[in-house]
């Protein structure tokens, strides 16, 4: 079968799938599915296997299905036989046109061999482990890698989320990537590496739903300098209609720490005229907007938490009537008449592994019909096993297919066992931290940089990145020069423009000043947005600590078209220096500041002879957002 470049061949047993950029080969007969070779087509690298090793074990000829992708982004083939301990057994491998990856998909097992890929002989290999972090509310390091050479004479174990196999002296490269919910990866995913084969294994429990799904392994050739960038570009592809949406800015009431209390319809209204005053797309009702109580909440104590709000209360998620007494009705009307739509808090009942997943569901569809909602922030959430998974996920695509994908879920990983990073990619964005001024522990260089950070390996596109009112609770910092009264508003949402900027806060309780300012960021921000959602956001620069120079470049599919977005934190320097976009023969760019807090004392030269650009931001925790295109590409389009 082919489609797109991209084919699936089966022929005297051996099973292929490739496009032009790579081919992965496997034997498979009647005993099982044996791994082979990975030919990287465009760097000419081939890994090849001798006998191979045996990824699934059969008792019988398996029947080979192929199709195309559900998004038609691709194929797909499905491998259907009994395993040699008499259960029935199904793998899936997908292949997506015109980018280097595959996606591997075994049976369940308490372990087992998940990939194995040979080395290329007489080859000096760097071997890189990465692992991302959720679980924020008790953590501020998000990304952590480890780099090891893989020595001949022995086997090297590393743990972690996405590998990287570098052979060093020709730039060839491997990367592995088990697709779970984060706190699997945490309990036994490694790669053993030797001087013959790498070889990534797994541990996953058992699962008595029979929905339940197992967890794709990513793979992916080519050269060692694009790699990551390329696998950025597989994610937002295998989040399907999710990444075709505008990144979008929204507001949440919860991030002035007056949890339920501030709740009522007065409230609602001011935070809905204020929205459309600055520009945002939606006000989002934290929790308190319903009639059943939370243990999050400073008006009752004893209230539930991560499930069993049923039992609590049947009529758990009806509109509270005190807070709310003609409903949220006319307080959608008065959204949508302003242009600015409605977003509510929303925790599954997580108790018995989900059970009420049908009625959530139910639920939450009604909440869209009723009311138009869109954005459902999801919180509460404990995954204890596949079973919880598998029910999880059919609540989730269950909505998604009720209302035509209409609904964004922000999946909130701040703690508990959540979905992680890799796992339910099409499905909405990434609700990444809980930070307070009223705690002093939020601070403007830890959220940039932990977006940095996470921008590396992620699409920025797929996360929300919190901005807060920056006049709250300054006593708490004294006269540290990186507290967050020191930066102005537009720097702070500046931070997070090149993901979903969340203003963390009630609106109603901003001053002028701050208003004024996020008023002019956010109508540059709207205009522009559509090409970032498209875009490659790359960190470029140092990485923040506070007093870094560091940023983002952000390509546009558009040849010689861009985006720098810089920040000169709390140094002396105030000159950052940067690859020059573009091919390094074409003609240098031309670049328009488009916004800063340093009025003009900035800068941005791309006609040097250096094969550099040159950036000068003339103050301390300044920021500089400009748009460059080539010469002979024409008029600016937004």
């Known amino acids: 079968m082919e489609w797109k470049g991209c084919y699936i061949r089966y022929e005297k047993e051996r099973l292929c799938i490739g496009n032009e950029l790579f081919e992965r080969s496997f034997r498979l007969d009647a005993s099982g599915l044996y791994a082979q070779s990975l030919t990287d087509k465009r760097g000419g690298c081939v890994w090849q296997g001798a006998a191979g090793a045996c990824l699934c074990g059969a008792d019988a000829a398996p029947r080979l299905q192929t199709e195309n992708l559900p998004d038609g982004d691709g194929l797909r083939a499905v491998l259907t036989f009994e395993r040699r301990c008499g259960a029935p057994a199904e793998i899936s491998l997908s292949v997506r046109a015109a980018l280097p990856f595959y996606t591997l ?78 706190y699997r990866a945490e309990q036994g995913d490694f790669l053993c590496a030797d001087k013959n084969r790498v070889r990534l294994m797994g541990r996953v429990g058992t699962c008595a739903d029979d929905a339940a799904q197992g967890y794709d392994v990513t793979v992916g050739v080519g050269a060692a300098a694009e790699l990551q960038t390329l696998y950025k570009a597989y994610y937002q592809r295998q989040r399907g209609e999710s990444a075709k949406r505008e990144t979008f800015c929204l507001s949440n009431t919860w991030g002035d720490r007056n949890q339920d209390g501030a709740l009522n319809e007065a409230f609602v209204r001011r935070e809905i005229e204020r929205a459309a005053d600055l520009g945002i797309d939606a006000v989002q009702l934290d929790d308190g907007w319903q009639q ?243 875009a490659q956001v790359c960190p470029v620069g140092e990485s923040p600590d506070g007093a870094a120079l560091t940023g983002f470049h952000v390509i546009c599919d558009r040849p010689g078209a861009g985006y720098f977005l810089l920040f000169r934190e709390y140094t002396d320097r105030a000159e950052i220096t940067l690859p020059l976009p573009g091919e390094p023969d074409g003609p240098a760019p031309r670049a328009t500041l488009l916004c800063s807090n340093c009025g003009q004392d900035v800068s941005l030269d791309f006609s040097s002879a250096d094969g550099l650009a040159h950036a000068h931001i003339g103050k301390k925790r300044g920021y500089a957002l400009w748009q460059y295109e080539a010469e002979e590409s024409g008029e600016k389009t937004k």
Not at 150 to 174: C, I, S
Not at 415 to 437: C, D, I, M, Q, S
Request: aromatic share 12%.
């Open 105 to 182: 998909r075994l049976p369940d097992a308490e372990r087992e061999l998940l990939e194995e890929i040979a080395l290329p002989k007489g080859r000096h290999f760097r071997v890189r482990a990465v692992r991302l972090f959720d679980q924020t509310d008790g953590r501020d390091t998000l990304v952590q890698e480890e780099s090891r050479l893989l020595w001949t004479g022995g086997q090297l174990r590393m743990n972690g989320t996405l590998f990287f196999v570098e052979d060093y002296l020709n730039g060839a490269a491997l990367l592995l990537l088990r697709e779970l919910p984060s």
């Open 292 to 534: 059943g109580v939370t243990a999050n909440s400073c008006l009752q104590k004893n209230g539930a938490w991560d499930g069993g709000y049923y039992q609590a209360d049947n009529d758990f998620w009806r509109v509270h009537p005190d807070k709310f007494p003609n409903g949220l009705a006319p307080l959608a009307a008065e959204a949508a008449r302003r242009g600015v739509a409605l977003g509510l808090w929303f925790s599954p009942d997580s108790a018995d592994d989900f059970a009420n997943w049908e009625r959530d569901a139910d639920t939450l569809t009604a909440l869209w019909q009723a009311y138009g909602i869109r954005f459902f922030k999801l919180d509460g959430i404990r995954l204890e096993n596949q079973t919880a998974e598998a029910r999880y996920r059919k609540l989730l695509d269950a909505v998604t297919a009720r209302t035509d994908g209409a609904v964004t879920f922000n999946l909130d990983i701040t703690a508990g066992r959540r979905t992680g990073y890799f796992w339910h990619k099409e499905h909405g964005t990434l609700f990444v931290e809980n930070r307070y001024t009223d705690w002093g522990n939020y601070w403007p260089h830890n959220t940039l940089k932990n977006l940095w950070q996470l921008a590396r390996f992620l699409p920025a596109q797929r996360l929300q990145i919190e901005v807060l009112n920056n006049r709250r609770n300054v006593e708490v910092y004294g006269d540290d020069p990186l507290a967050p009264a020191a930066y102005s508003a537009d720097y702070l949402f500046a931070v997070a423009m090149v993901a979903n900027p969340l203003l963390w806060m009630e609106l109603s309780g901003l001053a002028e000043e701050e208003q004024a300012s996020l008023r002019e960021i956010l109508a540059v921000w709207r205009a522009h947005r559509r090409r970032f959602s498209a």
